[in-house]
């Protein structure tokens, strides 16, 4: 099993950057896919930014040049640089790995607020 914890949330203001992190307690190298998701009051779960192994990054439209996904296989971690937030990047914020056998993990989130 794997287990995720998220941290670097936190209460910005608009314009401003923040970094978030995920540790896995387990190697995330042959993972099948990983990413990062997010869930605003009262919607539905989004993607923010994904990668498929053997493919590229993927980002969500609202995301994408303010975005930046990165992982380090060696530290079993992932990261989501986030730059130029907006007040509607305000959300939970999971991170999300899928590993060899297609199990499907979660971390508990962490809250990004960002004020206008």
């Known amino acids: 099993q794997v287990q995720l914890l998220e941290s670097g949330g936190g209460m910005v203001q608009t314009g401003e950057s923040l970094r978030l992190s995920c540790a896995a307690s387990g190697s995330i190298s042959s993972s099948k896919a990983m990413g990062w998701y997010r869930q605003a009051p009262g919607k539905q779960r989004e993607l923010v930014a994904r990668?498929?192994?053997?493919?590229?990054?993927n980002y969500a439209d609202s995301v994408k040049g303010r975005f930046i996904f990165s992982r380090d296989n060696a530290k079993n971690t992932m990261h989501l640089q986030m730059n130029s937030l907006k007040p509607e990047d305000t959300a939970v914020y999971f991170c999300?790995?899928?590993?060899?056998?297609?199990?499907?993990?979660w971390g508990q989130g962490t809250q990004v607020t960002v004020s206008s």
């Open positions: 990668i498929a192994s053997g493919s590229t990054t």
């Open positions: 999300n790995v899928i590993d060899s056998k297609f199990h499907n993990y």
